[in-house]
């Protein structure tokens, strides 16, 4: 189901014999996943049973960021030596055209401290993936270019340009790639998808048509042109969901909201 060139790619350490700490670890982790879950935080995983080594894992914008309702894509590969080394991450949610925040590269590379990929705070025997689910959301934030080195207090105009610009390729790439192919590892989380896109639709909507009036106020250009697009591409993937799947959008609705129930019922 997983890519095994992904793995080939990333060296022998990454090739699926697990220790046998790596997969009680793995084992534990699950299990502690299963029991108190990031799904209330829009945070939704999925295991490989065939590849214990292979997990992947759809993380919602927080509201109030550029990025909100909007679903991001990961692949993680955990190392056979799991957890003296941290799991690899890559970001499958992207064109070879945007780049969403300073973090994540177009190419899918995910820089993050914990998992070796950028300055802070390292990886520990003692860290999680729940621990690495949970940066990787904090990396959505509401002025994602204070990301980027040197930039950690700005605040001029141009970080209003590059949230508005990552509020929209989030719904054009992100919001809408459930009408599109998707990679095998997120086939058991299409549903999921689904549901997602079912019950944020009018919210993208109010995102996209925000930029209808634009005229180059914020980006020193005619955003109109490049915009306009985004809007009626949405209402058609809803239009065709609806008519010609009407019977999997509603298992996928309930599919969605099921989760979220299970996961308000285990918190208490």
């Known amino acids: 189901m997983f890519s095994a060139v992904f793995s080939d790619e990333l060296g022998e350490d990454y090739n699926g014999a697990l220790s046998v ?67 690899h991450a890559k970001l499958l949610t992207r064109d070879g055209r945007v780049r969403f925040n300073p973090n994540l590269y177009v190419n899918g590379k995910v820089c993050l401290s914990i998992l070796g990929t950028w300055a802070g705070p390292s990886w520990t025997s003692l860290s999680t993936f729940r621990t690495v689910l949970i940066s990787i959301q904090s990396l959505l934030c509401s002025n994602p270019l204070q990301n980027e080195p040197g930039h950690e207090h700005e605040t001029s105009s141009d970080c209003d340009l590059y949230a508005a610009m990552v509020r929209y390729e989030s719904v054009a790439i ?45 980006d020193r250009r005619n955003f109109r042109d490049s915009i306009g697009p985004g809007l009626p591409r949405s209402h058609e993937l809803y239009r065709q969901l609806s008519q010609k799947h009407a019977g999997a959008l509603n298992d996928a609705f309930f599919h969605y909201q099921k989760r979220l129930f299970e996961a308000r019922r285990s918190a208490f």
């Open 21 to 87: 700490v790596a997969s009680r670890r793995l084992l534990r982790e699950q299990a502690a996943l299963h029991r108190e879950g990031l799904e209330l935080q829009g945070v939704f995983h999925h295991f490989d049973e065939a590849n214990p080594h292979k997990a992947a894992a759809v993380v919602l914008g927080p509201d109030e960021t550029p990025y909100a309702r909007c679903p991001f894509l990961f692949e993680f590969t955990f190392p056979n030596t799991y957890p003296m080394k941290p799991p």
């Open 174 to 218: 992100a919001a809408l790639q459930v009408g599109k192919t998707l990679p095998p590892c997120f086939e058991p989380l299409r549903a999921l998808l689904g549901g997602i896109f079912l019950c944020n639709y009018s919210v993208y909507c109010e995102m996209l048509a925000g930029f209808v009036t634009c005229e180059g106020r914020l």
